[in-house]
């Protein structure tokens, strides 16, 4: 059975940084799409950033230049990190997993930003 399972969330101040975690099991994130989207209550779900098979990496407009999403082959996992943090960015922190027409989401992970 896939899992992904997120963590690194937390209650951090405006300005601050994160560092969300996925890690796969029995997929490897190297084959996959990876993707990090994001919930705010009340609102529906959204992409927030990717990186490819190949490597490459795309964000959403509002995190663009202070997320960055990477992934460690030889622990399996893939990360957001996450600087200058806003009020805005609070939200449930979903790991995607998607190729063809294969998808798989991990559980989430709370991130807080307020003072």
């Known amino acids: 059975q896939v899992q992904l399972v997120e963590s690194g969330g937390g209650l951090v101040q405006p300005g601050g940084s994160l560092r969300l975690s996925c890690a796969a099991w029995?997929?490897?994130?190297?084959?996959?799409?990876m993707a990090w989207y994001r919930q705010a209550p009340g609102d529906q779900r959204e992409w927030v950033a990717v990186?490819?098979?190949?490597?490459?990496?795309s964000y959403a407009d509002a995190v663009k230049g202070r997320f960055t999403i990477s992934r460690d082959s030889a622990k399996n996992t893939v990360y957001l990190q996450m600087n200058s943090l806003k009020p805005e960015d609070t939200a449930v922190y979903y790991c995607?997993?998607?190729?063809?027409?294969?998808?798989?989401w991990g559980q989430g992970t709370q991130v807080t930003i307020s003072s």
């Open positions: 995607n997993a998607h190729l063809l027409g294969d998808v798989y």
């Open positions: 029995r997929i490897i994130v190297a084959g996959y799409n």
């Open positions: 990186v490819t098979t190949t490597g490459n990496t």
